[in-house]
């Protein structure tokens, strides 16, 4: 079973923090942020960005760190550089900060390439392992994942990852196999993507009977290092010593040979994060304090995270190739020209797309400009969106290949082990971030695209990274707990509103269910929903109102068939959106009737400028 | 925004490159620093450890794998030819011998008296590493490749598919709004690098593809017919490996977009000359872009002294500019003017624009992001 995210080791910081500057470096752009003690709170006060300099002709990443603090001293006055370096302490009240903070993703990440003995099994497991530290696993090998010998030794040796992180077996089990992968590995001779002199880190954390055979095997020629198995036993996973072990591995190996990381682990005053793993501290965060379950989703221009906490556990995935702007074109490759037409609420020939879509692609920085090119941007980010999800729930599962106890209920049933753990009924709040949700120029937008990409069932609660900032505060909460939490509560989490969307379908107009809302001030609104429709009902975002919904009786809201509901919603910058279209959500095949539902929908929430 | 930067792709005369050629795992170099290399020179050679065949004798033999030392022939580091007996058992009876031969040739690399297996690995294939520019060696990074320098024109694409190669330049339209169509693609332009205008048609590809054209530079191809010549639909921006009869330069983007004029003169300017190619693409970690690169030759006048590739010290009002998204895109102009303060556009988003002027005189507010400076001017 999947375990917390491991805390990262916490910096021993002897001043006060009253002025943090944080960056994160993305694929694309390296976002600064400026935190300041106002008063007896902290408060993100101003934001800068430029564009990443990972690569050529710069390829050190200080560059763009120091572009996008340039910009928050334009903007705020405030001066934080001498030359290259960063002014720590504060000197006065207008010169240096107290710290700098960084997250980073740029170079494409941590790349892992992970081992096991049974692909379900231990393979997963070590998948999980890599993906909560923040990795991008971009193979998975197993004893049995039908290839043949000299063919997992080809692609460990083209694949060329970052670490390699080797499990397989339960302790006190058979050797064979996890040994026969470390020979493999030994045969392949696997390299690192950046540094061509230095050894692949290699992390072993299989059957302890093991380690000795692994150790002369592969001590040698990787930089291996010993830790406890993930999978102890068959019933139980053991992820967190692991996962450690990658962290660590990651600031003293891989950072070290990514242009410019050397500088910059210099210039930070606590450990760099890969960026999702700070994402993974924060929603954890989020979860645990309000006891609830979430969907968090972070789409960036490379990658889209997924994470997920259903009753405590958390889950983490990565869409290695599921972004908005290098790979755009991968999401039409994945999803299919028809999926993302589905969502343009107007006529366009497939050639005029392909060639956009390529254009965004090779020129990743570049935004739309005008507002059909929004609209299809936001259909794209829908699609990767919901493929994300879909990855998600394929590997946040329960342990696959266990016994399980039954009653004789369960015979009935008969439910396989490893089912998902995302359960949308159970699903309490969805937290967006990323570029695309996070600077839509209306919030209703990033809204839509997570309700039209997840469809949430029931009643869902949704909100947005105000600027993108959940990075920068995950990393910041290592450090100053307060500090993060009272930027993220002030500043970054924009309660969007709650989504209220029926189960079953029905013909466009009929009655889907009745409804009776009472605001805070008493006044009551009663009405009906009816099939196709989507409504928005203003409510703000520190009220809470009560509803009663009674479904029609083919309809089901969680409770049941045609079984009525009372919740307390909370509001938001949208409002209640009460979803009528039906789930599991169904768009007209025929293209002008498609384009007049979208239409018709898009103006009920107001969701773009009327042309 | 004095400090930003913004992107571009370097179209230059005259400038100094230097490409770093590195084997793919150590080897040896082959020339000395302050030496002269021609493209096609190799300047660097590489074993390529050979494949590895695992073979589980254990099992073949019906032993337990700690025995297996007793039944081997051959022992781990000892050369094999296919068919050659690798073990055998020594039963009683002759007939329920079992003989386990090599299914290669090559050596035996190890064995392991832990899984009952042994490795077997055919011979090295040599790798060579060519100098791919006419130049000089500045440098020699032992066993790993050598730095080469060259003085020499250079044309950066946006996109491309197909690995390096080289040829002469060869101009096969007249202006750079003209596609390239099949007629425009003639038999004596095999093995050349054949530059067109604004477009290459799907059929116009096949012809390249039947002349054996060593590569194509052109404005735009539509992407539906990228997909139809690669056989598949493209994902992400990264390649170099592609395999479809020739390299291919995009210089401006998908669709039907003209050459920009420089791009186009100074290619025609180098007609007749060799010129060394690469298609490779990155855009993700490590940017890499297409380019044309034309080295000086030996002889030729102009000085071109201590160039580099030009710093990047971000956009100034007159700066030669690249509309590069829609509604305007591929079109060019130059700044007019850069507002510092955010402007609202058609979008609702709040963001940094640039007014840029067109040759018509005509203005238009576009996103600062949404151009590229043509570089090298």
Same mark, same amino acid.
């Given at each position: 079973m999947s375990v917390p995210n491991p805390a990262p080791i916490k910096p021993v910081i002897s001043h006060p923090l009253n002025v943090i500057v944080a960056t994160d470096c993305g694929s694309t752009t390296t976002k600064a942020i400026l935190i300041e003690k106002v008063g007896d709170e902290y408060r993100q006060t101003y934001r800068g960005e430029a564009p990443t300099t990972v690569e050529a002709p710069f390829e050190d990443v200080t560059r763009g760190v120091l572009n996008a603090i340039a910009e928050i001293e334009e903007l705020s006055g405030r001066k934080i550089l001498d030359g290259d370096k960063i002014i720590t302490p504060c000197r006065d009240a207008k010169t240096g900060v107290d710290i700098y903070i960084s997250t980073s993703s740029a170079g494409g990440g941590l790349q !892992?390439?992970?081992?096991? &003995?049974?692909? *379900?099994?231990?393979?997963?497991?070590?998948?999980?392992?890599?993906?909560?530290?923040?990795?991008?696993?971009?193979?998975?090998?197993?004893? *049995?994942?039908?290839?043949?010998?000299?063919?997992?030794?080809?692609?460990?040796?083209?694949?060329?990852?970052?670490?390699?992180?080797?499990?397989?077996?339960?302790?006190?089990?058979?050797?064979?196999?996890?040994?026969?992968?470390?020979?493999?590995?030994?045969?392949?001779?696997?390299? /690192?993507?950046?540094?061509?002199?230095?050894?692949? $880190?290699?992390?072993?954390?299989?059957?302890?009977?093991?380690?000795?055979?692994?150790?002369?095997?592969?001590?040698?020629?990787?930089?291996?290092?010993?830790?406890?198995?993930?999978? /102890?036993?068959?019933?139980?996973?053991?992820?967190?010593?692991?996962?450690?072990?990658?962290?660590?591995?990651?600031?003293?190996?891989?950072?070290?040979?990514? $242009?410019?990381?050397?500088?910059?682990?210099?210039?930070?005053?606590?450990?760099?994060?890969? =960026?999702?793993?700070?994402?993974?501290?924060?929603?954890?965060?989020?979860?645990?304090?309000?006891?609830?379950?979430?969907?968090?989703?972070?789409i960036g221009g490379a990658t889209t995270d997924v994470f997920s906490v259903f009753e405590g556990l958390f889950n983490r995935t990565v869409s290695a190739n599921l972004g908005m702007s290098y790979s755009i074109s991968n999401v039409l490759a994945e999803a299919g020209l028809a999926n993302i037409m589905r969502w343009v609420p107007f006529t366009i020939d497939e050639q005029t797309l392909r060639n956009r879509i390529k254009n965004k692609m090779v020129r990743p920085t570049t935004i739309p400009q005008t507002l059909d090119e929004l609209q299809i941007e936001h259909a794209i980010a829908r699609e990767a969106l919901r493929l994300a999800l879909i990855h998600h729930k394929s590997l946040a599962t329960a342990l696959k290949g266990i016994q399980q106890e039954r009653t004789i209920s369960d015979v009935f049933e008969q439910q396989q082990s490893g089912k998902t753990l995302i359960d949308m009924l159970k699903l309490d709040l969805i937290v967006g971030s990323g570029g695309i949700l996070s600077h839509a120029p209306r919030r209703v937008q990033s809204m839509l695209m997570m309700v039209d990409a997840y469809e949430p069932l029931g009643v869902t609660r949704l909100s947005v990274d105000s600027i993108f900032m959940m990075p920068h505060l995950g990393v910041l909460s290592t450090i100053d707990e307060k500090a993060a939490t009272d930027v993220f509560v002030r500043d970054c989490m924009v309660y969007l509103g709650t989504c209220i969307a029926p189960i079953g379908q029905g013909k466009n107009g009929e009655r889907c269910a009745d409804y009776v809302i009472t605001f805070p001030d008493g006044q009551v609104d009663k009405g009906q929903l009816a099939f196709g429709e989507l409504r928005l009902i203003p409510l703000a975002s520190d009220q809470k109102a009560s509803i009663v919904i009674q479904p029609a009786k083919q309809v089901n809201l969680g409770a049941g068939v045609g079984v009525s509901i009372t919740r307390d919603v909370q509001g938001g910058v949208v409002g209640l959106m009460l979803d009528g279209r039906g789930r599991p959500l169904q768009l007209p095949t025929d293209h002008t009737a498609r384009v007049a539902a979208l239409t018709k929908w898009y103006q009920a929430v107001d969701l773009y400028p009327r042309m | 925004m004095a400090h930003s930067y913004t992107p571009g792709l370097t179209v230059t005369e005259h400038t100094t490159i230097r490409r770093r050629r590195m084997l793919s795992l150590p080897g040896t170099v082959l020339v000395t620093t302050g030496g002269e290399v021609r493209a096609n020179q190799a300047v660097a050679r590489a074993e390529l450890p050979g494949k590895v065949y695992p073979l589980n004798l254990a099992n073949q033999l019906g032993v337990a794998p700690d025995e297996i030392h007793e039944y081997l022939i051959k022992k781990a580091g000892d050369p094999v030819q296919k068919d050659e007996i690798l073990a055998e058992n020594k039963p009683f009876i002759k007939w329920m011998k079992t003989e386990v031969r090599s299914p290669i040739t090559g050596i035996v690399e190890s064995v392991?008296?832990? =899984?009952?297996? &042994?490795?077997?690995?055919?011979?090295?294939?040599?790798?060579?590493?060519?100098?791919?520019?006419?130049?000089?060696?500045?440098?020699?990074? #032992?066993?790993?490749?050598?730095?080469?320098?060259?003085?020499?024109?250079?044309?950066?694409?946006?996109?491309?598919?197909?690995?390096?190669?080289?040829?002469?330049?060869?101009?096969?339209?007249? %202006?750079?709004?003209?596609?390239?169509?099949?007629?425009?693609?003639?038999?004596?332009?095999?093995?050349?690098?054949?530059?067109?205008?604004?477009?290459? %048609?799907?059929?116009?590809?096949?012809?390249?593809?039947?002349?054996?054209?060593?590569?194509?530079?052109?404005?735009?191809?539509?992407?539906?017919?990228?997909?139809?010549?690669?056989?598949?639909?493209?994902?992400?921006?990264?390649?170099?490996?592609?395999?479809?009869?020739?390299?291919?330069?995009?210089?401006?983007?998908?669709?039907?977009?003209? !050459?920009?004029?420089?791009?186009?003169?100074?290619?025609?300017?180098?007609?007749?000359?060799?010129?060394?190619? %690469?298609?490779?693409?990155?855009?993700?970690?490590?940017?890499?872009?297409?380019?044309?690169?034309?080295?000086?030759?030996?002889?030729?006048?102009?000085?071109?002294?201590?160039?580099?590739? $030009?710093?990047?010290?971000?956009?100034?009002?007159?700066?030669?500019?690249?509309?590069?998204?829609?509604?305007?895109?591929?079109?060019?102009?130059?700044?007019?003017?850069? /507002?510092?303060?955010?402007?609202?556009? #058609?979008?609702?988003?709040?963001?940094?624009?640039?007014?840029?002027?067109?040759?018509?005189?005509?203005?238009?507010?576009?996103?600062?992001? *949404?151009?590229?400076?043509?570089?090298?001017?």
């Open positions: !892992m390439m992970v081992t096991g &003995v049974v692909q *379900n099994m231990t393979g997963e497991s070590a998948q999980r392992a890599a993906l909560g530290a923040g990795a991008i696993v971009i193979d998975v090998l197993a004893s *049995n994942d039908g290839r043949l010998p000299h063919e997992k030794i080809e692609r460990i040796r083209t694949m060329r990852p970052d670490m390699i992180l080797m499990s397989g077996g339960t302790d006190g089990g058979a050797v064979t196999h996890v040994v026969e992968m470390a020979e493999y590995i030994s045969a392949a001779e696997p390299r /690192p993507r950046f540094g061509a002199t230095y050894k692949l $880190p290699l992390i072993y954390a299989g059957n302890k009977d093991a380690q000795p055979q692994v150790k002369k095997i592969l001590g040698e020629k990787a930089a291996l290092v010993l830790t406890d198995n993930i999978r /102890p036993v068959l019933e139980r996973e053991n992820l967190a010593p692991a996962r450690n072990k990658i962290h660590d591995l990651f600031l003293e190996h891989v950072m070290q040979q990514a $242009p410019g990381y050397k500088k910059l682990i210099e210039m930070a005053g606590a450990p760099i994060m890969p =960026t999702p793993a700070a994402v993974g501290v924060i929603m954890e965060t989020i979860a645990k304090r309000e006891h609830l379950n979430l969907i968090g989703v972070d | 392991s008296t832990v =899984t009952g297996q &042994v490795l077997l690995r055919e011979p090295p294939r040599v790798l060579e590493l060519l100098g791919y520019v006419d130049g000089r060696i500045t440098e020699v990074i #032992p066993q790993q490749g050598v730095v080469v320098e060259t003085d020499c024109s250079l044309v950066q694409g946006i996109f491309g598919i197909g690995g390096e190669t080289t040829g002469e330049i060869v101009m096969a339209v007249t %202006s750079p709004d003209e596609a390239l169509t099949p007629r425009h693609l003639t038999p004596d332009m095999k093995a050349k690098v054949v530059v067109g205008g604004s477009f290459i %048609s799907s059929d116009a590809l096949a012809r390249a593809k039947e002349v054996g054209v060593a590569c194509v530079v052109i404005g735009g191809i539509h992407d539906k017919d990228l997909r139809a010549l690669l056989g598949y639909d493209l994902g992400v921006a990264i390649t170099g490996t592609e395999q479809v009869g020739f390299t291919l330069i995009l210089t401006e983007g998908f669709g039907s977009i003209p !050459m920009a004029g420089k791009t186009f003169a100074l290619l025609s300017a180098h007609a007749g000359q060799q010129a060394s190619i %690469s298609g490779a693409t990155q855009i993700r970690a490590g940017v890499i872009r297409p380019e044309i690169i034309i080295a000086k030759q030996a002889g030729a006048s102009g000085d071109y002294g201590i160039a580099t590739v $030009p710093e990047r010290e971000g956009i100034r009002i007159g700066d030669q500019v690249r509309i590069i998204r829609d509604p305007l895109f591929g079109k060019i102009g130059e700044v007019a003017s850069l /507002p510092a303060d955010l402007q609202k556009i #058609p979008t609702e988003s709040d963001v940094r624009v640039m007014e840029v002027r067109f040759a018509d005189g005509s203005k238009a507010v576009i996103p600062r992001t *949404n151009i590229e400076l043509i570089e090298g001017a």
